[in-house]
């Protein structure tokens, strides 16, 4: 394990990335004013295949429009003639400081919204003063982001039916240093989305000759992915031998998931990794019980944005009973439906200490790379200011309920 972290080490390049905040909006995306207009660009310069694998949720999207109903549900409260003069939008994040309640959503395959994606977003996120969270489904591999940034990423965990190699990842992941581990537990099978079906993104997938003709007009997506250091499973490279196509380890990976998947290995993954963990996936209060009592350091609020149970609640509204549950027993986090910093005021007076968000950077990645990440952070990062302002809290820790409606 040594060798392998001195490895990783000695892979460290001089791309270094600038450790100050940023609070600049990158001069090719100033007439960008709200994460929506990044989802827009983002669908004109993205393959309809991998825009479309970004979107969609899971079976007929229920859970995926509850997630943004239920928010935009949640009325705050105006409030005025407080002193906001003192406003300031950082806080921990398991001990470690953040310039806001927030960091990156684990994203599959995110190296295909735009080329060497998971670098450039991992770049965004530190500049900010945020964390970012690699997949083990990413295009760049632990080591390719490792040797490309200079502060510690979190490192997102599935369990697969190979033990060994769930085993392997953990401990690539101690040898890059990664500062915390996401063990996502909400994917024992996976749920079905209807677009990847009907764009060739299945097992096996079978990429559809109107998706090859859509491809060849985004050109600079072309480029820029066939420039970048990978265009297949980065973390799945030699695993099986000979065969290094996206195709055949993408039919792997989706036989690899695992519905025996229990408590248990929750247990197994504790006595593995000896860093922070946090679980992602939970939605049942009672799960979330279980959780604080594994010894891990979080949950994460999650339904996959809502990419699994259809018909799931929403996360928003099943928060409260979470919280309510853990109590001070773990650190709750909360994603599913965040696109602006209005919805992470929200989420935050409902009781999480912070937030992930998915699309909302992924629309960010897809429009401008490490520029358009940056700017979905700083969109998010003056909206939840100024909604600071106009609820009539200075801190983060004074948020809670009061800046609700009832
Ligand atoms: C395109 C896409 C790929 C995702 N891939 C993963 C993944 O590999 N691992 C994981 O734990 N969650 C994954 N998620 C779920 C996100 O981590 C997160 O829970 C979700 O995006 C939050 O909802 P939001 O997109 O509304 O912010 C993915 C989500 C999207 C949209």
């Given at each position: 394990m040594a060798q392998m972290r001195q490895d990783s080490l000695n892979q460290k390049t001089d791309e270094k990335v600038s450790t100050t905040i940023d609070h600049a909006i990158p001069a090719v995306m100033k007439n960008i004013t709200c994460v929506e207009d990044l989802r827009q660009i983002a669908r004109r310069k993205v393959p309809r295949a991998?825009?479309?694998?970004?979107?969609?949720?899971?079976?007929?999207?229920?859970?995926?429009?509850?997630?943004?109903a239920d928010m935009e549900g949640i009325r705050l409260r105006q409030r005025v003639l407080v002193d906001v003069s003192r406003r300031d939008t950082s806080t921990t994040i398991l001990g470690e400081r953040a310039s806001l309640p927030l960091a990156l959503a684990p994203i599959g395959m995110a190296g295909l919204q735009w080329g060497d994606g998971e670098i450039l977003a991992c770049r965004a996120a530190h500049a900010a003063g945020i964390p970012y969270?690699?997949?083990?489904?990413s295009i760049c591999s632990i080591e390719d982001v490792a040797g490309?940034?200079?502060?510690?990423?979190?490192?997102?965990?599935?369990?697969?039916?190979d033990r060994g190699f769930a085993r392997a990842l953990i401990e690539r992941a101690a040898a890059a240093d990664c500062s915390a581990l996401v063990l996502t537990v909400d994917l024992q099978v996976l749920g079905q989305r209807h677009a990847?079906?009907?764009?060739?993104?299945?097992?096996?997938?079978?990429?559809?000759?109107?998706?090859?003709?859509?491809?060849?007009?985004?050109?600079?997506?072309?480029?820029?992915?066939?420039?970048?250091?990978?265009?297949?499973?980065?973390?799945?490279?030699?695993?099986?031998?000979?065969?290094?196509?996206v195709t055949a380890l993408a039919e792997w990976i989706a036989?690899?998931?695992?519905?025996?998947?229990?408590?248990?290995?929750?247990?197994?993954?504790?006595?593995?990794?000896?860093?922070?963990?946090?679980?992602?996936?939970?939605?049942?209060?009672?799960?979330?019980?279980?959780?604080a009592k594994t010894g891990a350091e979080?949950?994460?609020?999650?339904?996959?944005?809502?990419?699994?149970?259809?018909?799931?609640?929403?996360?928003?509204?099943?928060l409260p009973r979470v919280v309510e549950a853990v109590g001070s027993d773990i650190e709750v986090m909360f994603d599913g439906g965040i696109r602006s910093g209005q919805d992470v005021m929200r989420a935050i007076?409902?009781?999480?200490?912070?937030?992930?968000?998915?699309?909302?950077?992924?629309?960010?990645?897809?429009?401008?790379?490490?520029?358009?990440?940056?700017?979905?952070?700083?969109?998010?990062?003056?909206?939840?200011?100024?909604?600071?302002?106009?609820?009539?809290?200075?801190?983060?820790?004074?948020?809670?309920?009061?800046?609700?409606?009832?």
């Open positions: 991998f825009f479309g694998y970004a979107e969609s949720g899971s079976y007929s999207g229920e859970t995926l429009r509850a997630n943004r969270t690699l997949g083990t489904l490309a940034v200079d502060k510690p990423f979190w490192f997102q965990l599935y369990v697969m039916k990847d079906i009907k764009n060739g993104l299945s097992v096996p997938p079978s990429l559809k000759l109107k998706n090859l003709m859509d491809m060849a007009t985004k050109p600079g997506w072309v480029y820029r992915v066939l420039t970048g250091k990978r265009w297949t499973f980065g973390n799945l490279a030699g695993r099986l031998e000979g065969k290094e196509a036989h690899q998931f695992d519905p025996t998947l229990n408590w248990k290995d929750v247990e197994w993954v504790r006595s593995v990794w000896p860093g922070k963990l946090i679980i992602k996936g939970i939605l049942d209060h009672e799960d979330a019980k279980s959780a979080a949950i994460v609020v999650s339904n996959h944005g809502g990419r699994q149970l259809d018909g799931a609640a929403s996360t928003i509204s099943m007076a409902l009781g999480a200490k912070s937030c992930l968000v998915g699309r909302a950077y992924i629309y960010g990645l897809g429009a401008g790379g490490q520029a358009g990440v940056a700017t979905a952070i700083e969109i998010i990062r003056k909206e939840l200011d100024v909604t600071m302002a106009l609820t009539g809290v200075n801190s983060i820790r004074e948020i809670d309920r009061c800046v609700l409606v009832n």
